[in-house]
């Protein structure tokens, strides 16, 4: 790696070489500029960030404790913030990523207003969050930066070498705010072809992690909604074919594929699959059809059937047109879409429950690792759960199959506010507090993320706000609530002018035109109050 000063002599070498038409250009100013945009394309970005990834799960696949966390983030400040936030108060990066939810693309950022996650939004703005996400970072970087370019030049002011050598190190050694993304491509939004160049364009964007699921493209729901739609094995496989192309095509050998089921809870399909011979990957999947035996002379008008082993099989069909699954067959279903997906170019399984588990889905994962001993899941620690309802019930089974007296408890009541301060509501928040660690270890987990947290801290936080400014307390709702935890917490946005940029504008304003600069910093920045 080029040292901060390597960087200068480099840079007086080529502004030297033009002579005196160059005179005005400092090479130091240039390396400062070329350290604050590390980062140049996109697919710097996803070139980078995917080695990161790569790395994580092999140190994972040695110790179940090295897993990786991220936050959905519906704005590029939201995911800036959260990484300065990280960096604040753990001094790195490390396993720790963005997520990008299809859910809040749709929810937040469509042209058509708020919607449900159903994929009816328009498909390049999943692109358009990735960039701003990363210009976001980008720029969190940049003016960090910036902070210890000011403080290297006011300890060379005052003769303070060991400091000035202090910052440079700093800077040699900056970590960056630019950390893997792993994006929600839904079901692809269309055909493969589809799939491959809006894969494309997310590559280009930044993704290095691109996540897709095997529901019906056009019938796609949310995986904690009903009425899901699978799609069989080879059209799946197909797409993750495309986006494999498409990493490979833009020279990102080593993207990652995040390869997410919903037969946990989809009872549908809209289409039997092709099958040539018994047990092949269509027979298998049809086999899971809901059928009953016929005879050809009870077969009615528009009647579709199977044969399968010399029997003549009609498989429930419904007024949609769609075919139903039979009852219990979805974890089979679940564990089969896993080995396939790894057996046919992911890297990543993501399997989506009802609940959360830790012995329901290690039941699952163990099954997948029986063919494929190194499969790990990305897993969604999401907000439709009742984690507090869950966790009680789970800890509520658990002591009544012990024999504990819960008589005290009323199991369908457990949610109720009497119940925090009881043993059993300790238990339970313990075991939520080791969820992510006991399910990294227990059940293959990899990738810990919560898909909307940042949806719901924004309305929260708002909610908190407008009773408060709007109400008696008026002014001091914001002093109060806000700015005064600010400055306590070291919220770095309490200086918000700084935090859009000014000191950097200010920087190259410098730059450009030395003393006539005309900056924004100065003494009358009422910023300054915040010292």
């Given at each position: 790696?080029?040292?901060?000063?390597?960087?200068?002599?480099?840079?007086?070498?080529?502004?030297?070489?033009?002579?005196?038409s160059?005179?005005?250009?400092s090479?130091?100013y240039?390396?400062?500029?070329?350290?604050?945009?590390?980062?140049?394309?996109?697919?710097?970005?996803?070139?980078?960030?995917a080695?990161?990834?790569?790395k994580?799960?092999?140190?994972?696949?040695?110790?179940?404790?090295?897993?990786?966390?991220?936050?959905?983030?519906?704005?590029?400040?939201?995911?800036?913030?959260?990484?300065?936030?990280i960096?604040?108060?753990?001094?790195?990066?490390?396993?720790?990523?963005?997520?990008?939810?299809?859910?809040?693309?749709?929810?937040?950022?469509?042209?058509?207003g708020?919607?449900?996650?159903?994929?009816?939004?328009?498909?390049?703005?999943?692109?358009?969050?990735?960039?701003?996400?990363?210009?976001?970072?980008?720029?969190?970087?940049?003016?960090?930066?910036?902070?210890?370019?000011?403080?290297?030049?006011?300890?060379?002011?005052?003769?303070?070498?060991?400091?000035?050598?202090?910052?440079?190190?700093?800077?040699d050694?900056?970590?960056?705010?630019?950390?893997?993304?792993?994006?929600?491509?839904?079901?692809?939004?269309?055909?493969?072809?589809?799939?491959?160049?809006?894969?494309?364009?997310?590559?280009?964007?930044?993704?290095?992690?691109?996540?897709?699921?095997n529901?019906?493209?056009?019938?796609?729901?949310?995986?904690?909604?009903?009425?899901?739609?699978?799609?069989?094995?080879?059209?799946?496989?197909?797409?993750?074919?495309?986006?494999?192309?498409?990493?490979?095509?833009?020279?990102?050998d080593?993207?990652?594929i995040?390869?997410?089921?919903?037969?946990?809870?989809?009872?549908?399909?809209?289409?039997?699959?092709?099958?040539?011979?018994?047990?092949?990957?269509?027979?298998?999947?049809?086999?899971?059809?809901?059928?009953?035996?016929?005879?050809?002379?009870?077969?009615?008008?528009?009647?579709?059937?199977?044969?399968?082993?010399?029997?003549?099989l009609?498989?429930?069909?419904?007024?949609?047109?769609?075919?139903?699954?039979?009852?219990?067959?979805?974890?089979?279903?679940?564990?089969?879409?896993?080995?396939?997906?790894l057996q046919?170019?992911?890297?990543?399984?993501?399997?989506?429950?009802?609940?959360?588990?830790?012995?329901?889905?290690?039941?699952?994962?163990?099954?997948i690792?029986?063919?494929?001993?190194n499969?790990?899941?990305?897993?969604?620690?999401?907000?439709?759960?009742?984690?507090t309802?869950?966790?009680?019930?789970?800890?509520?089974?658990?002591w009544?199959?012990?024999?504990?007296?819960?008589?005290?408890?009323?199991?369908t009541?457990?949610?109720?506010?009497?119940?925090?301060?009881?043993?059993?509501?300790?238990?339970?928040?313990?075991?939520?507090?080791?969820?992510?660690?006991?399910?990294?270890r227990?059940?293959?987990?990899?990738?810990h993320?919560?898909?909307?947290?940042?949806?719901?801290?924004?309305?929260?936080?708002?909610?908190?706000?407008?009773?408060?400014?709007?109400?008696?307390?008026?002014?001091?709702?914001?002093?109060?609530?806000?700015?005064?935890?600010e400055?306590?917490?070291?919220?770095?946005?309490?200086?918000?002018?700084?935090?859009?940029?000014?000191?950097?504008?200010?920087?190259?304003?410098?730059?450009?035109?030395?003393?006539?600069?005309?900056?924004?910093?100065?003494?009358?920045?009422?910023?300054n109050?915040?010292?």
């Amino acid at each position: 790696m080029t040292t901060y000063l390597g960087e200068i002599d480099q840079l007086a070498g080529t502004v030297n070489a033009q002579g005196e038409s160059w005179s005005a250009i400092s090479p130091e100013y240039a390396a400062r500029m070329r350290a604050q945009n590390r980062f140049k394309t996109g697919l710097d970005i996803a070139k980078y960030t995917a080695a990161i990834m790569r790395k994580d799960m092999e140190a994972y696949d040695k110790d179940p404790a090295q897993y990786t966390q991220s936050l959905g983030c519906w704005h590029g400040f939201i995911g800036q913030q959260k990484m300065i936030s990280i960096k604040k108060h753990f001094e790195n990066t490390d396993r720790r990523y963005l997520y990008l939810s299809g859910w809040m693309v749709a929810a937040l950022r469509s042209d058509f207003g708020p919607l449900p996650d159903q994929s009816m939004h328009e498909k390049t703005s999943v692109a358009g969050l990735i960039e701003e996400l990363y210009t976001f970072l980008r720029q969190a970087d940049a003016r960090e930066l910036g902070g210890l370019f000011r403080e290297l030049d006011a300890a060379r002011e005052a003769g303070d070498t060991a400091k000035a050598a202090e910052i440079q190190d700093k800077v040699d050694n900056h970590v960056t705010h630019v950390v893997p993304i792993i994006a929600d491509i839904d079901a692809g939004f269309g055909n493969a072809e589809a799939t491959y160049l809006l894969a494309k364009r997310m590559i280009e964007a930044g993704a290095c992690c691109i996540q897709i699921e095997n529901q019906v493209s056009d019938e796609k729901q949310c995986g904690h909604q009903d009425g899901k739609v699978t799609v069989p094995h080879e059209d799946f496989l197909a797409k993750i074919r495309a986006v494999r192309y498409a990493f490979l095509e833009l020279g990102v050998d080593d993207g990652v594929i995040v390869a997410r089921t919903d037969s946990l809870g989809a009872g549908l399909t809209k289409q039997i699959a092709y099958t040539t011979e018994p047990g092949d990957l269509g027979d298998q999947y049809n086999s899971f059809l809901d059928c009953e035996e016929v005879d050809v002379a009870d077969m009615a008008n528009g009647d579709v059937v199977i044969n399968r082993g010399g029997k003549l099989l009609r498989p429930k069909r419904l007024p949609s047109n769609l075919f139903q699954f039979r009852q219990g067959t979805g974890e089979d279903r679940c564990v089969l879409d896993c080995i396939t997906s790894l057996q046919n170019g992911a890297d990543l399984l993501w399997i989506e429950t009802e609940k959360p588990h830790v012995g329901q889905i290690g039941g699952m994962v163990n099954r997948i690792r029986e063919v494929i001993p190194n499969a790990k899941l990305v897993y969604n620690n999401s907000p439709s759960f009742n984690w507090t309802l869950n966790f009680r019930q789970q800890v509520f089974d658990a002591w009544s199959e012990e024999g504990k007296d819960v008589s005290a408890y009323e199991r369908t009541n457990l949610m109720s506010a009497e119940y925090d301060d009881s043993e059993l509501s300790a238990a339970a928040d313990e075991k939520i507090r080791t969820f992510q660690a006991d399910a990294a270890r227990e059940a293959g987990i990899f990738h810990h993320l919560i898909t909307l947290p940042t949806y719901h801290t924004a309305a929260l936080s708002t909610d908190n706000l407008a009773k408060e400014y709007f109400g008696e307390q008026g002014m001091l709702g914001y002093v109060k609530g806000v700015q005064r935890k600010e400055i306590r917490q070291g919220i770095a946005c309490v200086k918000h002018q700084n935090m859009a940029g000014s000191d950097i504008g200010d920087d190259h304003k410098e730059y450009f035109a030395g003393e006539a600069a005309l900056k924004a910093g100065g003494k009358d920045n009422t910023m300054n109050q915040f010292g």
